[in-house]
């Protein structure tokens, strides 16, 4: 059944927003306080705030299986499930159904998504940094793929006014190759952490250890308080949803502030095929969608169009938008789904020790420590390889929840105790962009929603790989500088996708035979389309990427309202 075109006046709106996650969010709320009338697309169902965080208050003993998993989610959740917080019954509900939303891999490819309301806002690890001016200038420098058309500098301002929306936790530090923010107070050091930091800062000049800047408030403003956020409760359970709003999610945050509005209208169960573009006007005029219940098809009209779906999603949507104008999707440049870019991990250290044994940590803190990048910024690589890799770990101590034998009395008094303490820390490395790593969509094969299947063809390279055997053993040698004697190193097979941070595959440029976006991230040659997600990223840096995401979609919004005012959109 179709229901294209039917009751345009009450499908058309001033701007549609495509994704209600991270940066779909802020797309979101940016239009709406600039007085467009938006509507946003969730691909999944609504998930509400507070009230759908199904197991958000669920003691330990409530929990299903005792929280592990069940052959049901492997079964159904074969990619999720590889990821320790989809794996669990107390947060699978929140990915997704593997069977019902498959995709192909010429090379093993895991891609790990949530369609819902707030998508991977909800789940994400909340760690946030910048990227640095040596980040932005990097393939420039180095002659690797294609130059940023933006610098640090452009970037900043809106760094800070996400960051001052969004709150983070951290510590000013100012460090060149890792920008501070604007912080709110950073959550404190364990005894192990502090003297690691001691040790490395003593043996390295050019190392530090600084506690993980997180999107957690510790210190809410009256703005984040007005919105029913409050302050971080060192629960750890983030990935059950946060019914406090302290950590930053789109539910919590960007979207209830666009909802106070009163012009966004957001439609759950919408799964967005395409970009409609109007030959005859030379601009796109709306988006084609399939609703995820009923299959009914429909389109809905807008000035302006925030791709903001994730990163192969979004890329997906622009390859299946083809007109006369753009034959094979939306690029001129032949660069469409390629240079896909994940951060590779799975290389670095461990060890437990025997002091501090009068100390506990208070609290379940939801961060560790970071150790910014050195590794081509103060000291060399060790085998050539280009850029480098930041480290983010954590020195807890074992509770009840660690494997211990034995029964009766013996056992009891085992549990009710303190384990011995423990460090251990996972290196984050920047992969380079390459062509051949690349999405494309299936000629033959479709979802049941009949979209074409996404194929992916990626894999780390040589540069990586060197890379990592750093990874490792820096790692082991700043465990050792402690004094510990037991530590084990690890280096494992790392694939993409495992890093949860996908981008590049629609990148911004200077040029449209090079690039698929501009400056301001619009598409060329259909500038009422703009793409703020993984997508347009050009390079990775070895930082977490969605503060920049932040930031790229806050100035493009800004950019788009500014524009169409002036009668060029």
């Known amino acids: ?137 990097a393939n420039a420098r180095d002659g690797v793929g294609i130059p940023w058309p933006i610098s640090y500098d452009e970037l900043a301002p809106w760094y800070s006014y996400v960051e001052k929306f969004a709150g983070i936790s951290g510590s000013k530090e100012g460090l060149p190759q890792l920008p501070d923010s604007e912080f709110q107070p950073p959550m404190g050091l364990t005894p192990p952490e502090l003297d690691l930091k001691a040790a490395i800062e003593k043996k390295w000049p050019g190392r530090t250890l600084i506690p993980g800047r997180v999107a957690h408030l510790t210190a809410p403003t009256e703005e984040q308080l007005a919105l029913g956020r409050g302050s971080c409760q060192y629960r750890n359970i983030c990935r059950r949803g946060c019914p406090f709003g302290a950590y930053f999610s789109s539910q919590a945050a960007t979207l209830k502030a666009a909802e106070r509005t009163g012009r966004m209208t957001l439609r759950p169960h919408s799964i967005v095929h395409s970009v409609i573009y109007d030959d005859e006007v030379g601009k796109a005029v709306g988006v084609r969608l399939i609703d995820e219940v009923t299959f009914e098809t429909t389109e809905y009209f807008a000035k302006i169009i925030f791709l903001n779906a994730s990163t192969i999603a979004s890329t997906a949507i622009l390859m299946n938008s083809r007109s006369q104008r ?19 991990l799975g290389a670095g250290a461990g060890a437990t020790l025997n002091t501090h044994q009068d100390k506990i940590h208070y609290g379940r803190r939801p961060t560790g420590f970071y150790i910014p990048r050195f590794r081509n910024v103060t000291e060399k690589a060790s085998n050539g390889y280009l850029r480098g890799f930041g480290y983010q770990g954590g020195g807890m101590r074992r509770g009840w929840t660690r494997s211990i034998d034995g029964f009766g009395a013996d056992f009891k008094k085992e549990l009710t105790s303190f384990g011995p303490w423990s460090i251990s820390m996972g290196g984050f490395g920047e992969t380079l962009p390459y062509a051949e790593n690349r999405i494309t969509l299936s000629k033959n094969k479709t979802d049941k929603w009949g979209l074409p299947l996404v194929v992916a063809d990626a894999d780390f390279r040589e540069n990586e790989m060197k890379m990592r055997e750093d990874m490792a053993n820096d790692a082991g040698e700043m465990l050792e500088s402690m004094g510990l004697k037991n530590v084990g190193t690890f280096n494992g097979r790392p694939w993409m996708g495992r890093g949860i941070h996908e981008m590049g595959t629609a990148r911004m440029g200077r040029s449209p035979k090079e690039s698929v976006l501009n400056k301001f991230n619009q598409v060329w040659g259909a500038q009422n389309v703009f793409c703020t997600d993984g997508a347009a990223m050009v390079s990775s840096g070895c930082q977490n990427p969605s503060l920049t995401y932040m930031a790229l979609t806050a100035r493009a919004a800004n950019h788009a309202v500014s524009e169409l005012k002036k009668g060029n959109l």
């Open 326 to 344: 753009f034959p094979a999707g939306m690029d001129e440049s032949g660069s469409l789904g390629r240079y896909l870019m994940d951060h590779h």
């Open 1 to 137: 059944m179709s229901n294209l075109s039917k009751g345009k006046a009450s499908h058309t709106f001033d701007a549609i927003v495509v994704g209600s996650g991270m940066s779909g969010g802020w797309a979101a709320k940016e239009l709406t306080e600039k007085g467009l009338k938006t509507l946003v697309l969730e691909r999944g169902h609504d998930l509400k705030h507070i009230v759908d965080y199904k197991t958000t208050n669920s003691p330990p003993w409530m929990l299903n299986w005792l929280n592990k998993t069940p052959l049901e989610t492997k079964r159904q959740q074969p990619k999720q499930s590889t990821v320790w917080a989809a794996s669990r019954p107390s947060s699978s509900y929140l990915f997704v159904d593997d069977l019902d939303h498959p995709y192909e891999e010429k090379q093993r490819f895991d891609w790990i998504r949530g369609y819902h309301t707030g998508g991977r806002s909800v789940m994400w690890g909340r760690q946030s940094y910048r990227l640095s001016p040596m980040d932005f200038e």
